[in-house]
């Protein structure tokens, strides 16, 4: 049986999960995040999808996003995950799934309930103890520094 069709309508916001697969790491290092950031950035732009808010977690990641079309998250998200995938495997010789299943997403429905997710996505470092503030978190769009 086919999957339902995700349904991620042109301007509205969204809040997308995706987990590594089994909660394994799926950023090991700097490079990783790094990767996987420039490839974020890359199909957003390509796919017309503007990114609000995100954090990188060292197993899975948050993502506040606004597509302009109706298919453009599907596609983006597709796209990324298995260009990460295909990276990740690769580099450290691994074979299976990173990604546990498809990304989970969570329409936002007015400009309060978008603040609040966009602060829950940029405290999930300070929630996890990674950082005494939202700022000094390097994978995060709150980080305040250079990088």
Known sequence: MARKPRVCPAGVPQH???RGANRQFTFKNS????FYLSTLRRYCSNFDVHLCAWV???NHVHLLVIPKTDTAITLMMQRLAGSYASYFNKRYKNTGPVWEGRFRNVPVVNHSHLEQIKAYIEQNPLRAALCGNVTDYQWSSAYSGKR
């Not at 490079?31 to 790094?34: L, P, R, S």
């Open 31 to 34: 490079a990783d995040f790094e």
């Open 56 to 58: 990188l977690m060292s």
């Open 16 to 18: 997308l999960i995706h």
